[in-house]
């Protein structure tokens, strides 16, 4: 089946800082992955796709790659500034977009 | 482009209550799908629609959850005999092309069952 897995909970950074957040990602297909951003009170919105391995998306300062072999992707970003505070999720997309699977998100904190 | 519409916003209701969310996605997309956010599961599929027509519902409770699309501007989510455990932020999104686009979600609504 398709699952993904998020293990960082929470992270707190200062503004200017870099930020990395990793995934990982199991499917039986080919996959879509996605990184959602979502404010509170808001539905998520996307930030990047990724639809091909070891090539980058990005957006916004974002930057995200996946790596077929470990099944990994990662998000990052060089300086982080206060209003970046939000949880990202990692998503995986099934072969035909028609279902996306969240990770458990990230709820990213960054102090002025 | 006022976006996915959602309402309510959020919604009390008793145990045993029949709960009705409305969702009215973006004009010209011929996809939508609901999805359930509680803190303890995180963001779950429920079903999908696309063209009007029940595509995928394999995320749906088998008792008491029900969906419906009668038409291109909004889709239902109907929770009957509604229990505590079915309180959590419901989201619905849409998409142009299910297969080729970028699904754009509402702010949800949030229920709460007493």
């Known amino acids: 089946g398709n699952s993904v897995t998020q293990m960082q909970g929470q992270v707190t950074l200062s503004e200017e800082e870099f930020l990395f957040i990793n995934c990982t990602y199991s499917?039986?297909?080919?996959?879509?992955l996605f990184w959602y951003v979502q404010y509170p009170g808001e539905g998520p919105q996307l930030l990047l796709k990724v639809t091909t391995a070891n090539n980058k998306g990005s957006s916004r300062g974002f930057e995200a790659t996946y790596d077929k072999g470990t099944t990994s992707f990662h998000l990052q970003k060089a300086s982080v500034q206060e209003s970046d505070s939000a949880v990202y999720y990692c998503v995986l997309g099934d072969s035909n977009y028609n279902v996306l699977y969240f990770g458990s998100g990230t709820k990213l904190t960054v102090e002025p | 482009n006022a976006g996915v519409i959602q309402t309510p916003r959020h919604k009390v209701t008793g145990k045993g209550q029949e709960a009705t969310l409305w969702c009215e996605p973006i004009s010209g997309h011929s996809a939508v799908f609901w999805y359930r956010q509680t803190i303890v599961q995180g963001l779950e599929f429920l079903t999908y629609f696309r063209n009007q027509a029940p595509i995928d519902d394999s995320g749906m409770p088998k008792e008491r959850f029900s969906a419906q699309m009668p038409n291109q501007s909004h889709s239902t989510l109907k929770i009957q005999s509604t229990q505590p455990q079915d309180s959590a932020v419901y989201l619905c999104?849409?998409?142009?092309?299910?297969?080729?686009?970028?699904?754009?979600f509402g702010p949800g609504t949030r229920l709460l069952v007493l």
């Open positions: 499917t039986t297909g080919y996959p879509t």
């Open positions: 999104a849409s998409s142009l092309d299910p297969g080729q686009d970028t699904q754009y």
